[in-house]
């Protein structure tokens, strides 16, 4: 069978925003020796058509499939495959030389010929803390272009805290906010930038926030592709949380937000205790209390500068420049 000289397709569990789906955007700006597809398994009516929009601007061909088969692989006829976190598709990556990235989530049915890991958390542990034993020979993480992220310097005199993540996964901290704009409340000086959903798991959190905004100032980040990055430029700190049960194996929101020069209160747990320093560049929480204390100690301006230039610097190790002849050498080695 003839295949379509160097197609390499991209196939991603859902179009929900995700580590994953940034992550085929830049690199299909590094790897231009190959054409990039990206495949999504069934056209969710409820998407946000700027995630096409921005995947076809970037020259990536968006395709969509009723069931991701092997016979729907074949039929791309494509040289090669990298499979991002999906599960339950078996035989998947045995059509062509294929690339599991695994990123929380690993499922061996899928027979890839390769397993690349996006930290060595990752290596050791998915999103639910359950074991893994995965190869370190490839750790690479879905890197980001640290560099354009640099120069965003914040205009806005009021201090602002930001709490940007997403819903993907399962792993939006609904607990955490809640009791977080409990202990906020006697903040009046803070203004709380938070990712706003269409919905929550926990019946209480629109609620507390519903009433967290009679007394404060509260701003809705929308969940669309690219607002994340606006608002985190826009913040003094960023925080970072997860669901209660969500162990995150790794964060482009927080590599961005160092990029930015900003500090990052982070939970400590997942990746984030193995890849950052504490009271360095990054301050990590146990609990809520923790978190707000740092809120507040960050209002100091040298305290602020100090971690958030360290945390640019160290954002800088994580700069897709660094990686993704990483990914062009695991495609080499499965022929690709």
């Given at each position: 069978m003839?295949?379509?000289?160097?197609?390499?397709?991209?196939?991603l569990?859902?179009?929900q925003?995700s580590?994953?789906?940034l992550?085929?955007i830049?690199?299909?700006?590094?790897l231009?020796?190959y054409?990039h597809?990206?495949i999504?398994?069934?056209?969710?009516?409820?998407?946000?058509?700027?995630?096409?929009w921005?995947?076809?601007?970037v020259?990536?061909?968006?395709?969509?499939?009723?069931?991701?088969?092997?016979?729907?692989?074949?039929?791309?006829?494509?040289?090669?495959?990298?499979i991002?976190?999906?599960?339950?598709?078996?035989?998947?990556?045995?059509?062509c030389?294929s690339?599991?990235?695994?990123?929380?989530?690993?499922?061996?049915?899928?027979?890839?010929?390769?397993?690349?890991?996006?930290?060595?958390y990752?290596?050791?542990?998915d999103?639910?803390?359950?074991?893994?034993?995965l190869?370190?020979?490839?750790?690479?993480?879905?890197?980001?272009?640290?560099?354009?992220?640099?120069?965003y310097?914040k205009?806005?005199?009021?201090?602002?805290?930001?709490?940007?993540?997403?819903?993907?996964r399962?792993?939006?901290?609904?607990?955490?906010i809640?009791?977080?704009?409990?202990?906020?409340?006697?903040s009046?000086?803070?203004i709380?930038?938070?990712?706003?959903?269409?919905?929550?798991?926990h019946?209480?959190?629109q609620?507390?926030?519903?009433?967290?905004?009679?007394?404060?100032?509260?701003?809705r980040?929308?969940?669309?592709?690219?607002?994340?990055l606006y608002?985190?430029?826009?913040c003094?700190?960023?925080i970072?949380?997860?669901?209660?049960?969500?162990?995150?194996?790794?964060?482009?929101?927080?590599?961005?937000?160092?990029a930015f020069?900003?500090?990052?209160?982070c939970e400590?747990r997942?990746?984030?205790?193995?890849?950052?320093?504490?009271?360095?560049?990054?301050?990590?929480?146990?609990?809520?209390?923790e978190?707000?204390?740092?809120?507040?100690?960050l209002k100091d301006?040298?305290?602020r500068?100090?971690?958030?230039?360290?945390g640019?610097?160290?954002?800088?190790?994580?700069?897709?420049?660094?990686?993704?002849?990483?990914?062009?050498?695991?495609?080499?080695?499965?022929?690709v």
């Amino acid at each position: 069978m003839i295949k379509l000289n160097n197609k390499l397709l991209h196939i991603l569990p859902s179009t929900q925003i995700s580590s994953d789906l940034l992550f085929v955007i830049d690199l299909s700006k590094e790897l231009t020796e190959y054409n990039h597809y990206v495949i999504f398994e069934k056209l969710d009516p409820q998407m946000d058509m700027d995630t096409v929009w921005l995947l076809q601007s970037v020259g990536i061909n968006v395709l969509f499939a009723d069931v991701l088969t092997p016979e729907v692989i074949e039929k791309e006829q494509a040289s090669g495959v990298i499979i991002y976190n999906l599960e339950g598709h078996t035989d998947l990556g045995s059509v062509c030389p294929s690339i599991y990235y695994s990123c929380g989530v690993y499922d061996e049915v899928s027979k890839c010929k390769m397993t690349v890991a996006a930290s060595d958390y990752a290596c050791i542990y998915d999103c639910k803390g359950r074991p893994l034993n995965l190869n370190k020979e490839f750790v690479i993480p879905p890197a980001i272009n640290t560099r354009v992220l640099r120069y965003y310097n914040k205009q806005d005199p009021n201090f602002t805290v930001g709490l940007i993540t997403s819903g993907a996964r399962d792993k939006y901290p609904c607990e955490f906010i809640i009791e977080l704009l409990s202990k906020l409340d006697k903040s009046k000086d803070v203004i709380l930038g938070l990712t706003i959903l269409d919905k929550y798991k926990h019946p209480g959190t629109q609620l507390a926030i519903d009433e967290y905004s009679k007394t404060n100032k509260l701003i809705r980040c929308s969940h669309k592709i690219t607002a994340g990055l606006y608002y985190i430029s826009h913040c003094d700190v960023v925080i970072y949380a997860t669901a209660n049960n969500y162990y995150e194996p790794y964060s482009r929101t927080v590599v961005e937000a160092m990029a930015f020069g900003r500090p990052v209160i982070c939970e400590n747990r997942g990746c984030f205790p193995t890849l950052f320093e504490h009271n360095n560049n990054i301050l990590l929480f146990n609990m809520v209390d923790e978190a707000v204390e740092y809120i507040n100690k960050l209002k100091d301006k040298t305290l602020r500068s100090s971690i958030g230039l360290n945390g640019q610097l160290r954002s800088s190790w994580e700069d897709i420049s660094l990686h993704s002849g990483k990914m062009k050498k695991a495609l080499r080695m499965i022929g690709v």
